[in-house]
């Protein structure tokens, strides 16, 4: 048995503990009335009868706090309202998305125009540098020369790998977004992205998300470069500067207000299994 007073072990039926010397049985009747013992063994203390019971003893305090901190419990993001995702690091995420999407886009086309396709990149990297309007300058047989049905004109070629390359865009981010929560970039920074509710996103907010971003880009193209006659070269920094405006304003980009989401810092806690996981 253990004292009721200080936690030491005493023999059975012991009355008086040589440690404190209190009184076993005098124990509801003291009521800690001078000191709160440090420590006190499972099971007590006992019910007391009283409208304003003592104060229960530091040691079983203690004791409730370290098994309340084993029991774990699924949690979700960012209990106590979103923690926006660091600006730097979302900025910094994107660049690495799109050097994948680049490599990506270079890998697929090249497997789908094995002997073509580098002189066809070829081209398309000098009109990334003009304006459309110049287009009429380039002679039609540098770009019909690859015997191409639906390229005959630079202004096809512009168009064609437009369309590709905005439709890799949404499958990328959709795919990883929907399986890892976030875009590879992001995710590997700490990014994940939550819904207004601080939930998880289901599939239908990331393919409004992949929607909204081939619009955005296919919007840019089409008033930027088709109409008021801007280069790529000018093109790209002024999507994305349209784009991310109100990130600075309110943390969420264009894509994000869209699609109602946010980027938000992923918090990894501790399932009741012991494995640790990404909740949401």
Request: neutral net charge.
């Amino acid at each position: 048995m253990f004292c009721r007073f200080c936690g030491k072990e005493l023999q059975e039926d012991s009355n008086y503990c040589p440690h404190c010397g209190n009184n076993q049985n005098n124990y509801v009747e003291q009521q800690f009335s001078n000191t709160i013992p440090p420590a006190i063994p499972i099971g007590y203390p006992p019910a007391i009868p009283s409208e304003n019971p003592p104060a229960i003893p530091t040691g079983y305090q203690n004791y409730t706090q370290r098994q309340a901190t084993m029991n774990y419990a699924p949690q979700q993001y960012n209990q106590g309202g979103p923690q926006s995702f660091n600006l730097f690091k979302r900025f910094v995420g994107t660049l690495i998305d799109k050097i994948f999407i680049v490599v990506l886009f270079l890998l697929v086309f090249i497997a789908i125009f094995p002997f073509k396709g580098p002189g066809l990149l070829g081209v398309f990297t000098a009109l990334f540098f003009m304006s459309p309007h110049d287009y009429e300058y380039i002679s039609h047989g540098v770009v019909s020369s690859f015997n191409l049905s639906f390229i005959s004109t630079p202004g096809d070629l512009d168009n064609f790998i437009t369309v590709v390359f905005s439709l890799l865009n949404i499958i990328y981010y959709v795919l990883s977004e929907a399986l890892m929560g976030a875009s590879p970039g992001k995710r590997f920074l700490g990014g994940i992205i939550i819904d207004s509710k601080n939930n998880k996103v289901d599939i239908f907010r990331v393919l409004l998300r992949g929607i909204c971003g081939g619009a955005l880009i296919m919007a840019s193209v089409v008033t930027l470069h088709n109409l008021i006659g801007l280069s790529y070269l000018f093109v790209v920094p002024l999507h994305f500067l349209i784009l991310d405006v109100p990130l600075f304003f309110i943390r969420q980009s264009l894509i994000d207000l869209g699609s109602g989401t946010i980027y938000a810092k992923r918090k990894t806690v501790a399932n009741p299994s012991g494995i640790s996981a990404i909740l949401s």
